[in-house]
């Protein structure tokens, strides 16, 4: 006799909503240290003062497109379905702005509980 574990539905969508978080801020934090400025034809786009530089440097603003992709891969609903409406777009963005904003408010607390002061 193994062990076997079972999670309950309740349990299923606690772990991949923790999932869907700890990969957002993952992918987000890997898309602000990737060198873009340095690709040949499309690094002119991150330039200082341009768009794609603006979003990428801003977390939250960055994060809110992330949690959105990920919302539909994930098939994340925090708001459920949006009433007389077919299709799921309007959750899953509402989703991926309030995930990224309890995101970026967590990252800022992080970084003032625990990171180092210069003075």
């Not at 062990?3 to 309950?8: A, G, M, Q, V, Y």
């Not at 969508?13 to 934090?29: E, M, Q, R, T």
């Not at 440097?57 to 960055?62: F, V, Y």
């Not at 539909?72 to 925090?78: A, C, K, S, T």
Request: proline letters at 2%.
């Amino acid at each position: 006799m193994g062990l076997i574990c079972t999670f309950t539905r309740w349990q299923r969508k606690l772990i991949n909503f923790f999932a869907y978080i700890i990969i957002g801020k993952l992918v987000i934090y890997l898309a602000q240290e990737f060198p873009f400025r340095k690709l040949l034809f499309i690094g002119r786009a991150w330039d200082e003062g341009e768009f794609l530089n603006t979003m990428f440097s801003c977390d939250m603003c960055l994060g809110v497109w992330i949690y959105f992709l990920l919302a539909i891969y994930f098939d994340m609903n925090l708001i459920g379905e949006v009433p007389n409406m077919g299709i799921d777009v309007i959750s899953w963005f509402i989703t991926g702005a309030m995930t990224s904003f309890l995101a970026h408010i967590f990252t800022i607390g992080w970084k003032i509980k625990f990171g180092i002061v210069e003075l």
